[in-house]
């Protein structure tokens, strides 16, 4: 699925999808060592453990959306910052956020933050991932009010775990196939 797509998936469809492409990032990441997490940096100074914990937290902010609060407040970031959709901001304030934590805790936290994501999607309904942000922030004025749910949980799951696979196998030296 992508952005242009108008098909959202049924809730068993995506957790499904989420799963797959969860497995492959687990066991991908089970192939490297805490080394190669947390020493190799990137072009933009990002290790492994950086974009572990980007994805953590974007999950993080899915999991509040579904419980009724601003996904900026589970970032621990400005609402004007979260808005401007800087997200090269948005995503080096998520890395400085979470700079002294190590390998284990962000692990720890991407895991239990994953485990809280399926508890929210399982849930749903098929026609909640048809709703916007704003069928679940109705006290927030500025929240989307017509890009479906359940398209921006693929883009922050399915999508987001290969993307960031290859940003980490690109900084420790793995060629993807």
Known sequence: MTENETTVLTVEQLLREIDANWTDLQ????????AQLTGPTDAAGWTGKDHLAHLAAWELSLVALFQGQPRHEALGMEKTLFDSKDYDASNAFIQQQHAGESI???LGNLNQTHEALLAALNGLSDGDLQEPQAAFLPDDPDADDAYPVGRLVYGDT????GEHQEYIAKIVGIVQP
């Open 27 to 34: 066991l991908f990441l089970d192939s490297l060592s805490p």
């Open 104 to 106: 284990g805790e962000v």
């Open 158 to 161: 399915v999508e987001h775990y």
